[in-house]
């Protein structure tokens, strides 16, 4: 039986896709057949993330609706071959999923795969609470921002209200995953560090990504960050994905890189 | 910190008004939409009893509601005006 774990944060822009993307080749990485799945319908963009948008022929709507099969929608990473992907469809309205559809489809992937990977939308809509509904875990993705923080707890009380686990009396396993941290701004006092974070929204901390360059360059590519090895982001999800897996790995990028002493002297 | 800095008056940092600000509303949003739902529309009709007999405004009630352990509180204050 599969896992299924939602990535979601309320906000738009914090990073979802990115880390969805990352986190399922990341589990793939390490041995495990995983699914990710795009919840964003209308404004589908895993597939360009994971590098698969011209290998699109039917999509998560086409098989809900039965035109097409699960086998003929799912796409296999070019790279791995123990991770697919299932992508959301660009056109159709966006309540175009329905529940027991949905859930037919998870069961069917569930026989098939250990890990089921749900990439949210935003908000907090039909599509946001379809993908959060079924989750065992969630992976609660945010900014040090204030308006990232405060949507982020009002995901955290969906999940513990809405979601199927909670209908049955039982809690959804939390983990948060800070990103677009800027050690050096946080030194200076001028963003949220991660304890800040931590003890607002008191959910358990699975990692920390760094502000990073290697977030675009990756995306421009469609080459999941966590490819890129030699980059902070790609280390800090790496460290993420196998924390998840329960190894024991400290949190890095979390301090400024010393500055040389002219810079300490004069500034810049 | 570099020399420069020590002659610009720093203020209180903005991360940690940030966080101020949001342990507030954390904690407001929490009592809303986390508690039951009955829980603003009681908050109302309390003072609405409450307002029959003394003049209070809104901000002179508050309502919360805390888990502890296998029981919830519910604490209910209400600021008397001096007659």
Known sequence: MA???VITSGKGGVGKTTTSAAFATGLALKGQKTVVIDFDVGLRNLDLVMGCERRVV???VNVIHKEANLKQALIKDKRLDNLYILPASQTRDKDALDKDAVEAVLDELAEDFDYIICDSPAGIETGAQ???YFAE?????????VSSVRDSDRILGILQSKSRLAEQGKRVKEHLLLTRYNPTRVAAGEMLSVDDVEEILAVPLLGVIPESQAVLKASNQGVPVIHDDDSDAGQA?????????GDERPHRFLE???????KRVFGG | MS?????RKEQTSTASIAKERLQILVAHDRVNSRGPDYLPKMQQELLAVIRKYIAISDDQVQVNLEQQGTASVLEL?????ES
């Open chain 1, 256 to 262: 400024a890189n010393k500055k040389g002493f002219l």
């Open chain 1, 130 to 132: 379809m993908a959060l």
């Open chain 1, 237 to 245: 999800y790496d460290d993420a994905v196998a924390r998840y897996l």
């Open chain 1, 58 to 60: 039917y999509d998560f």
């Open chain 1, 137 to 145: 875990e969630a992976i609660i993705v945010t900014n040090p921002e």
């Open chain 1, 3 to 5: 896992k299924i774990i």
């Open chain 2, 77 to 81: 204050n209400v600021m008397l005006p």
């Open chain 2, 3 to 7: 020399l420069m800095d020590y002659f």
